[in-house]
């Protein structure tokens, strides 16, 4: 099965959406003012089509890649409607900047945040973000959300763009089917939490927080959970921990003070997983 149309020529004016994918802050730019972002990967394009609301605006793929995409996803990649480009492997690197082993990009229009009123009132679980700026760790906690049944990722000001090409790979595509919306800079965030009705469980390492294991979860009567994170090494800011309902520290061997941040929201998201999930 055909599919795509081959372009060799790295000037095409169709690949602009790829070009220099190895500048960052050139990408944030260009980006930014085009308002779209680019995915990475067949699992995460695969996964990109199967949530609705996302506007493809055009797909990038090897040869190799377009003829395996053909045989699983031929159908469903011609139901979007969008430009399906080939290149050869030359003309690929030349465009994004490296060697693009996956052979797989595609560029998506963005959509507005969601607003934290939509997403919090009915949700059980949600997690929050303070100053994570990390794009890997901002994809391995869009993948830990996923797993454990959370309803949307809200973010701080501070927080990195979750939606740059290397948090959508390392998030397995999973940022594309997760709610996300962005809170005022804490405490007003919180504030903004607690109007809705929710409880805030701040993480830290601190040995006067509340141990994991006894954090009773029913004292919370029902209302939607926050699980409030910072980023990797500061941590949440004196403000952020002020303003939570619980700070919750997670016991660990001694001489041991910290985990990496997404594998501390696991566990803790972990504990708090909604039945229905299994």
């Known amino acids: 099965m055909a599919l795509g149309v081959m372009v060799e020529d790295p000037d095409d004016p169709r ?40 506007q493809v605006r055009s797909l990038l793929l090897l040869p190799r890649v377009a003829e395996r995409l053909a045989e699983r996803l031929g159908d469903r990649l ?5 430009p399906v480009l080939v290149a050869p492997e030359p003309v690929l690197r030349r465009v994004v900047g490296f060697d693009l082993h996956r052979g797989a990009l595609a560029s998506v229009d963005r959509k507005p945040p969601a607003e ?10 949600l997690l929050a973000l303070e100053g994570v700026n990390d794009h890997e760790n901002l994809g391995s906690l869009y993948r830990n959300a996923a797993a454990f049944g959370v309803g949307a990722v809200l973010l701080d000001p501070t927080s990195a763009d979750p939606f740059y090409r290397r948090s959508v ?11 996300t919306g962005r809170l005022e800079a804490f405490p007003a965030g919180v504030e903004q939490l607690h109007a809705l009705g929710a409880t805030v469980v701040a993480l830290t390492p601190a040995p006067d927080a509340v141990a ?6 029913d ?12 980023a990797e090494g500061p ?11 619980v700070r919750v520290r997670i016991p660990m061997a001694p001489g041991i003070d910290s985990l990496n941040v997404a594998t501390a929201a696991a566990i803790v998201l972990h504990h708090l ?6």
């Open 169 to 179: 790979r390392v998030s397995m595509g999973h940022v594309l089917g997760i709610p």
């Open 235 to 245: 941590g949440l800011t004196a403000t952020a921990l002020d303003a939570a309902d």
């Open 273 to 278: 997983t909604p039945a229905n999930v299994e």
């Open 15 to 54: 690949l602009a959406d790829y070009l220099a994918l190895n500048d960052p802050a050139g990408r944030r730019r260009v980006e930014r003012a085009g308002q779209f972002f680019v995915v990475e990967g067949t699992l995460a394009i695969e996964r990109l089509l199967t949530v609705p609301g996302w």
């Open 116 to 125: 934290p009123a939509d997403v919090v009132t009915g949700t059980r679980l």
């Open 78 to 82: 011609h139901a979007v409607g969008a």
């Open 219 to 230: 004292a919370f009567g029902g209302r939607p959970v926050v699980v409030l994170v910072g």
């Open 212 to 217: 994991l294991r006894e954090l009773d979860v």
